[in-house]
C-alpha cells in the first residue's frame, strides 16, 4: 500500500476533464488498496505572497498547512493542472509559492545552494491542454512542463518524477475515455 496525494491544480470548480482525470487516478489507487488524499486548489482559501518577508514568514494559512501536512504524509504525489498560457495556472502557482515555502521544502545548506527537504517521494504530472500535445512537445519543447518538473518537484527532493502531457483534450470522447482508463491503471500501480 502507498500513500497517494492527489493535487488537482485546476482553479476553476466547473467540471473539466482534469477534474474526471483526478478522479480517475484516485478510483484506480483506491481499488488498488492504496491510501488516497485528495487537495483541490479551486476550493482553498489563501492569499497571495507579495514579498520576501511574507514568503519567509511563519505564519502559514490554515488550508496552506493542511496542503504541507498532506505532502508530508504521502509516498507518491500525483499532480494534475491545465496548461494556461503555457505554463501553470496563475492561481495554482500562487498554491505552490504559498506551499513550497523555505524549511518546508527546501532549506538552506553548507554550500549556499538550497536543499530539497521532501526527498523519499516520488512524483507523477498530469498536465491537460487543447492544443495536441505532440505540437506542445516537438513545436514549444513542453518547456513548462519540464520546468515545473525541474524547477518545482526535482529541486524539492522529489525523485523520480514522470509526467504524462495530455493534449486535444476537447477533442473526441474515445480520446478522452482512454486516457482515463489509462490513469486508473497508473492509479491501481502507484505510477
Not at 21 to 32: I, L, Q, R, V, W
Not at 34 to 59: K, N, T, W
Not at 123 to 143: E, F, N, Q
Request: with cysteine; proline share 6%.
Amino acid at each position: 500500500m502507498t500513500r497517494i496525494l492527489i493535487i488537482d491544480g485546476h482553479p476553476d470548480r466547473a467540471e473539466h476533464f482534469l477534474h474526471a482525470a483526478a478522479d480517475a487516478y484516485a478510483e484506480g489507487a483506491e481499488s488498488g488498496g492504496h491510501d488516497v488524499r485528495r487537495i483541490e486548489v479551486a476550493r482553498l482559501d489563501f492569499p497571495l505572497i507579495r514579498s520576501e518577508q511574507q514568503f519567509h514568514a511563519d505564519d502559514v494559512p490554515c488550508d496552506i498547512s493542511a496542503a504541507q501536512q498532506a505532502i508530508r504524509w504521502a509516498e507518491h504525489i500525483v499532480v494534475l493542472y491545465p496548461l494556461w498560457l503555457g505554463e501553470t495556472p496563475a492561481f495554482f502557482k500562487a498554491f505552490l509559492e504559498q506551499v513550497a515555502r523555505p524549511n518546508f521544502a527546501f532549506a538552506p545548506s553548507d554550500g549556499g545552494f538550497p536543499k530539497g527537504t521532501l526527498e523519499g517521494r516520488s512524483a507523477r504530472m498530469i498536465v491537460t491542454m487543447g492544443m495536441p500535445a505532440p505540437v506542445y512537445k516537438l513545436y514549444y519543447g513542453a518547456h513548462g512542463v519540464k520546468s515545473f518538473k525541474r524547477n518545482i518537484l526535482e529541486f524539492v527532493g522529489m525523485d523520480p518524477v514522470r509526467y504524462a502531457i495530455i493534449g486535444s483534450v476537447d477533442g473526441p470522447e474515445k480520446h478522452r475515455t482512454r486516457w482515463l482508463e489509462r490513469l486508473r491503471r497508473w492509479g491501481e500501480q502507484a505510477h
